[in-house]
């Protein structure tokens, strides 16, 4: 019986590694691509390309880009806090990882329907691939924790310490 216990708690805790690396891959690209939108609009000269007339759609894009680049920064941090947190609260992590697997999905559709970079295949295929990758790292990390029956991994529990 005890053996039983041992390999179900061993089970559970390489579940949980798994999805803590998964998960901060995913979220390290994520801050990554937000910090880097801090910076998109001065290196590409967005405003430039706008009729001077219209500079309610100049504040409207920066704003648009600003937000956006702190939702991907914030968000990155929130889903690395939730799935490294003792316990693991599976309710949490299972609402944060959705979150972050539908945005990374919206975006790899959309840079398959709509692909950005098409000037250069290098980096619209680039693009591609971290955005496959990004989706990769947090579905799967979903679908563990999701499959996870245990509402509260405390490691205490499992003679971790």
Known sequence: MNEKLVQISTDRLSKISIVKILTTIGSIISIGFGIWHFFIPGIWDWYSHFDKAATELVIAV???NIFF???LVLL??????????I??????AIVILSIS?????????????YPQGSQNPV???SMLSVFILVFICFSISLLLIFTSHNH?????ELNYY
């Open 69 to 71: 680049s702190l939702l």
């Open 123 to 125: 980096i619209q295929y």
């Open 62 to 64: 920066r704003a648009i």
């Open 87 to 92: 316990p693991l609260e599976r309710f949490s």
């Open 152 to 156: 509260k991994l405390d490691p205490k």
């Open 101 to 113: 697997t539908v945005l990374w999905t919206t975006r790899l559709v959309l840079q398959i329907i």
């Open 76 to 85: 990155g941090i929130a889903n690395i806090l939730i799935v490294f947190k």
